[in-house]
């Protein structure tokens, strides 16, 4: 028999090497299973860790689906540090793209470019009414703002089927469940001409920036993290739970919604059923690897969107399903979670 004796002092060095080591387990662990499947494993590897980045236009995807993951991350990260479990990221992703969208739609073809700021804004406003409907419940009838926010994620993706199907849906589209294409005038500017990277990185790189700058240099930021981390000890200061919990599902809707209206307006360029790409719940795991910082979050979301890109080539040049990407993500998280769990615990025989 063997138990779990809890550690008298974790060591910070492991704690930061952790998920480097899961990474590390992660790749032992993916040559098992290519092996097992027949297939040639350093071919596999070569698929997430090689040709992701082994070009200029490969960097521009990793680009491209980094910034969504980095941004909804980023605010996963305010709000599990304010003790706030905000699983529902993707329906705020959603609603965040059908703001945005609904916006773009109207636009017309002599717009101003301002007009992207606007469908920016309103991807914000989406993805923080979404959110806020979790604050709402969790504040008034003390509701588990995990099952409520993981549960308007399929309200979420049914209102979306509903608008591409039905109101919303392209009368020239031969019945597509689809919007029409929105204007030129409405799409996100590019980073660089001839790639699909768009000035969506920046915008994820001020938000890194801006969320650093509010968890480790502002009162708000200390008084979210002591509300995580010692909600006794909040109450005692004065600190306002509500006001935290408010305000940490806010800026995590917010920025969810940042992401849909970026998704929308960027890479789709209308709004179809295939809006959620699962960037919601992937970058829960993003967060916990980037270790709840904002700087982590940006390192993580780049090795989740090799991920993302790897587990489409495996899928069309190794003939591999489509579940190999969500696998390696369940494989680095597990493989995060047993390091973890062994920082903090050693292993003692009963």
């Not at 294409?181 to 990185?201: C, D, H, M, Y």
């Not at 005692?236 to 809707?253: D, Q």
């Not at 307006?265 to 795991?285: D, K, N, R, W």
């Not at 969107?305 to 899928?315: C, K």
Request: glycine share 12%.
């Amino acid at each position: 028999m063997f138990k779990l004796e809890a550690r008298a002092q974790p060591s910070q060095a492991m704690s930061i090497a952790s998920p480097l080591i899961a990474l590390a387990i992660t790749v032992v662990l993916g040559v098992l299973l290519f092996a097992a499947l027949g297939k040639d494993p350093l071919r596999g590897l070569q698929m997430f860790f090689v040709e992701p980045v082994r070009s200029g236009y490969a960097w521009s995807e990793i680009a491209i689906k980094a910034t969504p993951l980095a941004l909804i991350a980023l605010g996963l990260s305010i709000c599990y540090r304010s003790n706030v479990w905000n699983i529902g990221a993707e329906g705020q992703f959603i609603v965040g793209a059908i703001f945005a969208g609904g916006l773009a739609m109207q636009a017309g073809p002599h717009s101003s470019r301002l007009i992207v700021v606007a469908i920016l804004a309103a991807g914000v406003l989406g993805g923080m009414v979404w959110a806020g409907i979790v604050a709402l419940l969790r504040d008034r009838f003390n509701a588990s703002e995990i099952l409520v926010s993981l549960m308007l994620v399929y309200v979420a993706e049914l209102l979306l089927g509903w608008l591409v199907y039905g109101p919303w849906k392209d009368p020239n589209g031969y019945n597509f469940p689809q919007t029409l294409s929105f204007e030129a005038v409405t799409r996100i500017p590019k980073l660089i001409e001839g790639s699909r990277a768009n000035i969506g990185v920046l915008i994820a790189l001020a938000s890194v920036a801006l969320g650093w700058i509010l968890l480790f240099r502002t009162y708000a930021g200390f008084q979210l993290q002591v509300g995580g981390l010692a909600p006794a000890a909040a109450r005692y200061a004065g600190f306002s739970s509500r006001r935290m919990l408010w305000l940490a599902l806010l800026l995590s809707g917010g920025l969810a919604g940042l992401a849909g209206g970026l998704e929308a307006a960027g890479p789709l360029g209308q709004l179809t059923p295939h809006v959620p790409a699962g960037y919601g719940f992937a970058a829960i795991i993003v967060a916990f690897v980037g270790r709840l910082h904002p700087v982590g979050v940006v390192f993580s979301a780049i090795l989740m969107s090799m991920f993302f890109i790897g587990g489409e080539l495996a899928q069309s040049r190794l003939g591999l399903p489509k579940s190999i990407t969500g696998v390696f993500q369940g494989l680095l998280l597990f493989a995060l979670l047993a390091c973890d769990t062994l920082i903090h615990y050693r292993v003692r025989r009963a």
